[in-house]
């Protein structure tokens, strides 16, 4: 195969990658929430509005699948779980960022 | 309403204007096959491997409501139509160019 079949082909799983992790209804705000540090999962909820529990718990575990968070469990009673940020999704930090700044120059 | 409740809510709002623009299965794609320049629909469905001429049509209407493309029509024959980026489209070039190096670095 040649380079730039090669490169058009990295470039389409890039892509994908990228829509995976941030493309769903939901990931950006929990990342975005996550970015000050962990939190637990009644802290997600209450930060972001309009989620419902269900969708919070699979958009979790759809990251943590994604190697985007990770989650801990204490053994507390009653048990405390924590979500925090993995280097991968602190790397969108910067990014995210600047995509909510384009996102608010332009709301229409 | 205090100012940290408008805070949230733009912040909402931008989050939804990113998830219009970029959140599609191919506007990423062809928003990444614009930046270097004006493109014709055929030459975007030949740079865009994957996608059909309906999805095409549809994803560039979607982007052209969202003020992302512009469409200029020439009167020759047959009639040729140009795709380019707006000043908003082509803001996001160094973003989703980052993104695109996240996703590189982290394909799994």
Redesign the interface.
Known sequence: MDKKKIK?I??????????DV??G?WS??II?ALFPGKKRFGELERLI??INTRMLVKELKNMEAN?IVTRTVFATVPPTVEYTLTL?GE??E??IN???K???????
Do not use: F, N
């Not at 990295?10 to 829509?19: D, N, T």
């Not at 384009?102 to 229409?108: D, K, N, Q, T």
């Open positions: 058009k990295s470039e389409r799983c890039a892509l994908q990658e990228i829509l941030i493309g209804k950006m705000s975005y509005p309009g190697g991968k790397k969108l910067p990014i600047e995509l909510y384009w996102g608010l120059e332009h709301v229409s």
